[in-house]
């Protein structure tokens, strides 16, 4: 969405290209950018809570695909809601992994 007249006045003026993408270009598109991050960590957000609420839980390792099964979604909300500080931090390390 930035003008292409943007990186030919900086080509004509002599710049760099690499120096005309990090000064001109990559500042123009800066509100773009950040949209497409927001609105990417808000899809992943909203797939993970879907995934959360139909995962039936089970915090064992099982073998068969009939049965429960362990999901980070779900143990990431479990530590979230548990009052130990260390399941607070591995619950922030997960939720990280997932993003």
Request: glycine share 6%; proline share 6%; charged share 15%.
């Amino acid at each position: 969405m930035v003008p292409a007249q943007l990186r030919e006045a900086g080509l004509a003026l002599g710049v760099p290209k690499w120096r005309v993408i990090v000064d001109i270009i990559v500042p123009a598109a800066l509100a773009g950018i950040t949209t497409g991050v927001m609105v990417s960590l808000a899809r992943v957000a909203e797939r993970q809570r879907h995934f959360l609420f139909t995962a039936f839980g089970n915090h064992y390792w099982q073998h068969s695909l009939t049965q429960p099964i362990a999901a980070l979604p779900l143990q990431v909300f479990s530590y979230a809601i548990s009052p130990f500080d260390d399941w607070h931090r591995q619950a922030w390390a997960g939720r990280l992994c997932l993003f």
